[in-house]
């Protein structure tokens, strides 16, 4: 009997042995894997890889990002489901670079850019001019290109579908199109709103759902010296209207002429307002820890980039300012970057943020996203950042060189650059107290983003300026009134830094500390009882040391 049970569970073993062996190999999900290759030879050209990176970030966080030059080295084939070749540099490529792309077959490819007729896929194209294009259209959209932009007309695309036209001083000329797998974007530049068009574009190459846009509001700089008043007249008008919104956070304010630093401890009352709209739906994020680096005043300056020399933190504020000029080569300044630099980057953010988020757990404001004072931050600042923070708001600086260049996609993204974060953009600006079009210009651009599939019509607004103008902005909203409003926690985001964390997930808020920093809170939190309890002890001794005392002659009378 024993024997047969042996052989019968030897059986089932190999029976089932090959569905586990298969399950582990297949993927977690349906997510596409992508490839990014591109070709750049100058830095600007390869500032406009992090774009591609964000738009193809709405539709997989899976994607791999090389140079041709690189993966021609490399020379190996992947298990890839969609591959895009961004081509923006001058020299043709060689034999190698073009099969890394040909060796794709039957997958979903996109080409944007110069040379994609040397490609296999494209040997029936050919380039026969150049036009400037001021506006595009297709898919009833009106997407206008005030800065003008190159466009390239192709040759042996009439029987190709397409998606969208530039329009030039001749006509309409095709710009994004496809033939069945094969998409071509002929543009050797996808800066500034051509990069939305593409976007949309990518809907039809990833073949995703679409979705009608979104709303989401922020309300900005919130710091320690905020009026509570204002920022209290703000929230109840949301919470009357059941509107979810999102409030930026400013641990410390800091005295640009007295250098005195005041913690939202000292700001009992708008840590009362804070918590009062955290209780009524508010989403909080942590906004820096000081809002500034040098001398500027707290919600003005720069935190995470050194905007006097604009590059990143490589040093305290306190210290000589070392500069490429102050280094006798170039190898020299690299190991000072490597050595000095990039470490004390990487410190500075680290205290910063740990620093902030005890500061708001201590008050019970719990922050469930980030984002840097004027979205500036290097990139290896956004890979630090990551390792606390599953969630960014705003735009993200794409390069290094300067921090003069920031971009968001309209949809939401999880870029490889943003290193696991999921990116909330903000694409509405904010209403600028000495424009008096501002909120003629806001509503303009929100007609534009609305056009995009699962756009987010998102924006700022500081509460100081007055409830007066934050109603004049919500009535011009009304007209958007057919899409929702956006509540961050009703999605999942989560916050952990040395033991503190914060999650969120339909809707709660879920905080958890090490005993150390619960016990250092609550006590910092009842400073007041310590009082009574001193005053107590001191007592109590005083009356013990009244009794011995009292007793000490009959002690020694029985000695």
Do not use: C
């Amino acid at each position: 009997m024993k024997n047969q049970l042996a052989v019968m569970m030897l059986i089932a073993a190999l029976v089932i042995a090959p569905w586990h062996k298969a399950s582990a190999d297949e993927p977690a999900s349906d997510e596409p894997k992508v490839l990014i290759l591109y070709h750049a030879e100058e830095v600007t050209q390869k500032e406009e890889v992090p774009i591609l990176d964000m738009l193809v970030g709405h539709f997989s966080s899976d994607i791999t990002i090389q140079s041709i030059e690189e993966a021609a080295a490399e020379y190996e084939k992947g298990d890839y489901t969609h591959v895009i070749y961004l081509g923006l540099g001058e020299r043709q490529l060689t034999t190698e670079e073009l099969f890394i792309v040909d060796q794709y077959d039957d997958i979903n490819k996109m080409f944007i850019g110069n040379y994609f007729e040397y490609f296999t896929d494209s040997h029936d194209l050919s380039l026969r001019d150049f036009r400037t294009m001021d506006s595009i259209t297709g898919d009833g959209m009106e997407i206008p290109l005030p800065e003008g932009k190159d466009m390239m007309l192709i040759n042996g695309i009439e029987q190709m579908e397409v998606l969208f036209e530039g329009h030039a001083e001749d006509g309409n000329h095709p710009l994004i199109f496809k033939n069945g797998q094969l998409y071509y974007v002929a543009a050797n530049s996808i800066t500034g709103n051509l990069s939305d068009a593409i976007g949309e574009s990518l809907f039809d190459f990833f073949d995703a759902e679409k979705s009608p846009p979104k709303k989401l509001i922020r309300l900005e700089d919130i710091h320690p010296r905020s009026d509570p008043v204002l920022v209290k007249q703000v929230g109840d008008y949301l919470a009357e209207r059941n509107i979810p919104y999102a409030v930026t956070v400013i641990p410390v304010y800091t005295n640009p002429e007295t250098g005195q630093n005041i913690h939202l401890a000292q700001s009992i009352e708008l840590v009362d307002v804070l918590q009062e709209m955290q209780n009524n739906g508010a989403s909080l994020i942590q906004h820096g820890y000081y809002h500034q680096y040098r001398a500027d005043e707290t919600g003005e300056g720069f935190e995470y980039w050194d905007v006097d020399h604009d590059r990143p933190i490589f040093q305290s504020n306190e210290d000589e300012v070392r500069l490429r000029e102050d280094f006798a080569s170039e190898e020299e300044y690299e190991e000072f970057v490597q050595n000095v630099g990039l470490p004390y980057e990487q410190t500075h953010i680290y205290k910063s943020i740990v620093d902030g988020v005890y500061e708001m757990t201590a008050e019970g404001l719990y922050p469930i996203a980030f984002e840097a004072p004027h979205y500036s931050m290097s990139q290896t600042g956004y890979e630090e950042l990551s390792n606390y923070f599953t969630t960014y708001v705003g735009q993200i600086q794409i390069s290094d060189r300067t921090y003069d260049g920031t971009f968001a996609p309209v949809y939401e993204t999880e870029s490889a650059g943003l290193h696991g974060m999921k990116l909330y953009p903000e694409r509405l600006g904010y209403i600028n107290p000495d424009n008096p079009d501002a909120v003629d210009e806001m509503m303009a651009e929100a007609d534009y983003v609305s056009q995009f599939s699962s756009s987010y019509l998102a924006f700022f607004y500081h509460p100081y300026l007055g409830i007066e103008t934050f109603e004049e902005v919500m009535d011009e909203f009304e007209k958007f009134d057919e899409y929702e409003w956006v509540d961050l926690k009703q999605m999942d985001h989560k916050t952990e830094v040395d033991g503190i964390v914060v999650e969120t997930s339909g809707g709660d808020i879920n905080v958890s500390r090490p005993m150390s920093v619960l016990v250092a809170q609550t006590t910092r939190d009842l400073w007041w009882v310590s009082i009574p309890i001193a005053i107590f002890i001191i007592i109590a001794i005083i009356t013990l040391i009244q009794k011995l005392r009292k007793r000490k002659p009959e002690n020694e009378f029985f000695q």
